[in-house]
């Protein structure tokens, strides 16, 4: 629910998060691996997945090239449906909005399905102030809503939690005796959660996907809560990020499943919820709001070396892959989105000075590319992003000189030769050989100098085998 | 005869000429003209990596002048291959310079992709009484599509014993300036991988690139393990273990 950290604090943040570790076991680690190992599972299935991942590369591609032209078919087809559409410049703009909406309508609950779009608005915390009761009916985010937490991973909101944590947190907050079987954990949040279902107001849904052919809001779950979510509240409040649209029905379908397939290492979700507009007839909405939110997309769009980051599906596989978010999890990151694609999308969203070790807090190893589904290609953008963060420190930047230095090293021969005679030199005259360098020493003994480099070995090697 | 002008990346020239040696007599070996220009220092990757693109960049025109009448180009990094072979192209090189880096790429190799894939090289090599674990480092695996190449060579080894770790593909979080700037956390990735080795029960870890053995070699040492690290060079070479 809040935020645990500045996007800014991600190092400070990060080191905390190594600092606390006791030895036991970290579910963010043992999760991610296990969902990585299935999402590869799934992959090797599709004899030809390559062949489809570069097809809905393509499509998701043009879409994402197409947009303004998308949203102008949808637009009617919205409007054809009643579909009331309301445009959001920014976070507060969004939450401006919906708050507008429910209070006019005297309701003061609101029954929410997962939407990380609704976190990057920081909608619920916004709710509460204004006397507005917000419920996280997807069970991950139920358990982080009942921690005020904010969710650590993209698709699954508690992957830094053990069934342990979970059967405490139930004991605790709702009263009920210690249990850590999962499926009664489910039991429990299910009770509850289908009685508020029966006379909620309203209800919030994310958009993964808006079909252009015929203006279908999609929202992809797999537990259920979101299909109750957009049926049964008389008022249906659709949260959509500005990229996700899709042409048609027959891409929808290549979406969905290499989504499941990457996410959670499913064949298929359990459910795909698809909402056109208000209920002609008894059941369903009688009002559907869809907030469309822009809060830095059209900025992207219109930078061609970020737009690609807009065809992302947010199915968190490049999360699990990721050798820095197994090993400190989502919540460091600070802002939304966790992750490569965090690291990519925080600066750009937020700006770069807002987000400063993001793009720099990674080993450019490339295990997110490898297994992104629409392969954004999330290390060349962390590079960019890398770049970018120079730029925006200007000429004050400590590190400048040091890098000027080296570049001066490196451009001749005579300069590199002497430096490194040098530090030969230096080497040499300290105990046991061992330079302390920077960062590099707390954790690991130095390299050694060779006494001749390879250049001084060379020529008589040459001559020796001529 | 193939002519082949060796590419010795700087920190391999100076911490690790055991390597550039090897691969200097893998090449001989394999009947190529070996040629080394002295005047050669460092591809400019740890200043890109740094978003420093503007020092990097002079640093590639350079290399580029340097190496424009090569014939062929090999390394022993896949990492510096990579930063050559892929991210020149996302510097603002001199249009000159651009082209002819186009033609340059395509003649820039890493030491297996050029053994096995352009000389088919099948001679016995070593030999090396030892158990190794083969660590593919990142930049080879996936920005060059490095798999198979080392592990190839490395069967033609006389008397070794090549074995897998446990998440083979797992980085060993090295990562360039990333091991200084985020110390801590690039020793935690560490950790798993001088773990893995560990468990293999392997005398040696070997890999593409120095860099990451660096890495490896530092966690090691200073937890006291046991294993050695080696560039595959050194091993293919025949060198003995120290």
Not at chain 1, 59 to 72: F, I, T
Not at chain 1, 234 to 263: C, F, H, K, N, Y
Not at chain 2, 170 to 197: H, N, R, V, Y
């Amino acid at each position: 629910m809040s935020h645990p950290s500045h996007p800014r604090d991600l190092k400070k943040q990060v080191n905390r998060s190594l600092k606390a570790r006791d030895g036991g076991p970290l579910p963010f680690k043992k999760n991610t691996i296990k969902a990585t190992r299935t999402r590869d599972l799934r992959a090797a299935e599709w004899p030809d997945f390559e062949e489809r991942r570069d097809r809905i590369t393509e499509r998701r591609q043009q879409a994402v090239d197409g947009l303004k032209e998308l949203h102008e078919s949808l637009r009617k087809q919205w409007s054809k449906h009643g579909i009331t559409i309301h445009d959001a410049a920014d976070a507060a703009d969004a939450r401006a909005i919906i708050t507008s909406i429910l209070h006019q309508r005297g309701i003061s609950e609101i029954l929410k399905s997962k939407s990380m779009l609704s976190e990057e608005i920081e909608i619920n915390n916004h709710l509460v102030t204004e006397g507005i009761e917000p419920l996280e009916t997807d069970l991950g985010e139920y358990i982080v809503q009942l921690r005020n937490e904010a969710p650590s991973h993209i698709t699954m909101p508690g992957m830094h939690l053990f069934r342990q944590d979970v059967g405490q947190l139930f004991a605790d907050k709702l009263g009920i005796p210690y249990t850590e079987d999962p499926s009664e954990l489910t039991k429990i949040a299910r009770k509850v959660l289908r009685q508020r279902f029966l006379h909620a107001p309203a209800g919030m849904i994310g958009v993964n996907f808006a079909v252009a052919e015929t203006g279908h809001l999609v929202t992809v779950t797999n537990e259920g809560n979101g299909r109750m979510v957009n049926t049964l509240p008389p008022v249906v409040i659709a949260l959509m990020g500005w990229e996700r649209v899709t042409q048609s029905m027959a891409d929808l379908g290549e979406l969905w499943q290499i989504l499941a397939r990457s996410a959670t290492g499913q064949r298929a979700t359990s459910y795909l919820s698809l909402l056109q507009g208000p209920s002609q007839g008894p059941g369903g909405p009688g009002e559907v709001h869809l907030v469309i939110v822009d809060n830095g997309r059209k900025a992207i769009h219109e930078d061609p070396e970020a737009r690609e980051v807009l065809r992302c599906i947010r199915c968190g596989a490049c999360l699990n892959a990721c050798p820095v978010y197994q090993q400190v999890g989502g919540h460091p990151y600070g802002g939304t989105y966790p992750g490569p694609i965090g690291s990519v999308l925080t600066p750009l969203l937020n700006g770069p000075k807002e987000a400063p070790h993001h793009p720099f807090a990674s080993s450019l190893c490339g295990a997110c590319e490898e297994v992104c589904p629409v392969k954004i290609p999330l290390p060349k953008m962390l590079l960019e992003g890398r770049k970018q963060r120079v730029d925006s420190r200007g000429s004050f930047d400590p590190e400048k000189p040091i890098w000027a230095m080296f570049r001066w090293m490196m451009t001749s021969r005579y300069g590199y030769e002497a430096t490194t005679k040098l530090a030969r030199l230096g080497q040499s005259l300290i105990p046991g050989h061992q330079v302390p360098l920077p960062g590099w020493s707390d954790h690991r003994d130095s390299p050694m100098l060779a006494p001749k480099p390879f250049r001084d070995l060379f020529d008589s090697w040459d001559k020796e085998k001529a | 005869m193939r002519k082949v002008s060796l590419f010795i990346p700087c920190f391999v020239d100076q911490f690790f000429p055991e390597t550039g040696l090897a691969t200097a007599e893998l090449l001989r070996r394999a009947d190529c003209d070996v040629h080394y220009n002295r005047d050669q220092t460092c591809c400019g990757q740890p200043a890109f990596n740094s978003g420093f693109q503007h020092d990097s960049c002079m640093l590639a025109e350079k290399f580029i002048r340097l190496f424009v009448d090569a014939e062929t180009i090999v390394t022993p990094s896949g990492s510096c291959a990579a930063m050559v072979r892929t991210h020149y192209g996302q510097l603002d090189l001199e249009p000159a310079l651009r082209k002819e880096w186009e033609s340059l790429r395509e003649r820039t190799f890493e030491l297996s992709e050029f053994l096995v894939d352009e000389l088919h090289y099948e001679n016995e090599l070593g030999p090396f009484p030892h158990r190794v674990a083969y660590h593919a480092s990142c930049h080879g695996l996936r920005e060059l599509g490095i798999h198979n190449q080392p592990l190839q060579l490395l069967s033609s080894v006389r008397d070794i014993d090549v074995v897998q770790l446990d998440d083979r593909h797992a980085c060993c979080g090295f990562g360039g300036t990333f091991a200084a700037k985020f110390s801590s956390l690039s020793a935690a990735i560490g950790q798993d991988k001088i773990e893995a080795i560990q468990r293999s029960a392997a005398a040696v870890v070997t890999a593409t690139d120095d860099s990451c053995l660096m890495h490896i070699s530092g966690l090691a040492k200073r937890q006291k393990f046991t294993f050695k690290t080696m560039h595959y060079a050194r091993i293919l070479a025949g060198e003995e273990l120290q």
